[in-house]
């Protein structure tokens, strides 16, 4: 069983439609949740994270994560042409420095 | 920007050849790693570096060997190019726990014909 798993797409949503990204995971250890978004022919970039359980928001962006169930979410509100990227999410444990990430999960927001 | 620098950043190589890519930072960070990212895989670790001369195989390290013989410098050898290692290449970089976010280069794409 791979430790995260996730949806690789393509997701394909009009402008300011409300998307909803998912990943699980199997690893309890996990505490940080992290969110990279990768725009074609570079390299990911810090997107947001959270820490532990809850939800997190930052603008048109929320992540949302639920340890009882391993499941983490990012939703995002009114999306635009320019948040098409590949999304991957990556579950780290706070004392590890092996970085794991998701396939990624490619998303296509048509004007 | 966390300052990471691969070259070449494109690259056609022949089967059987020796291929050597490079990474470069600037932030004095601890930690980096070699990843390749092909579709349906995502990225998928290669060999990773803990500090100067020290190195780690990841889960795809078959066939690649890595060297850091300074904080700010890390390579990835090919030794003996095949067709299956076609793939984009990234490097990455982090200070190490606690802080567990990752800066990644620009990429190389690496072609073996």
């Known amino acids: 069983q791979k430790e995260v798993e996730q949806d690789p797409g393509p997701l394909s949503v009009p402008e300011g439609a409300i998307v909803s990204l998912n990943c699980t995971y199997s690893n309890s250890a996990f505490q940080y949740f992290m969110w990279y978004r990768q725009y074609s022919r570079k390299g990911p970039e810090l997107l947001m994270y959270t820490y532990s359980s809850g939800n997190k928001e930052d603008g048109r962006f929320t992540a949302q994560v639920d340890k009882s169930s391993k499941y983490i979410s990012l939703f995002i509100r009114d999306s635009q042409p320019s948040d098409s990227a590949t999304y991957l999410c990556a579950p780290q444990m706070d004392s590890s420095y092996k970085l794991i990430f998701g396939s990624g999960t490619r998303l296509l927001v048509r004007p | 920007d966390a300052g990471i620098t691969q070259s070449p950043r494109h690259k056609v190589t022949e089967t059987g050849t020796p291929v050597t890519l490079r990474c470069h930072q600037t932030e004095n960070h601890r930690y980096m790693y070699w990843y390749r990212q092909d579709p349906g895989h995502g990225l998928r670790l290669i060999h990773y570096?803990?500090?100067?001369?020290?190195?780690d195989k990841g889960e795809v390290s078959d066939g690649y060997s890595v060297s850091r013989s300074k904080t700010e410098d890390f390579l990835l050898t090919l030794e003996s190019a095949t067709s299956s290692q076609t793939s984009v290449y990234f490097c990455?970089?982090?200070?190490?726990?606690?802080?567990?976010?990752?800066?990644f280069g620009q990429g190389t794409r690496l072609t073996v014909v």
């Open positions: 570096s803990y500090g100067v001369k020290d190195t």
């Open positions: 990455a970089t982090s200070r190490g726990p606690p802080d567990t976010e990752a800066f």
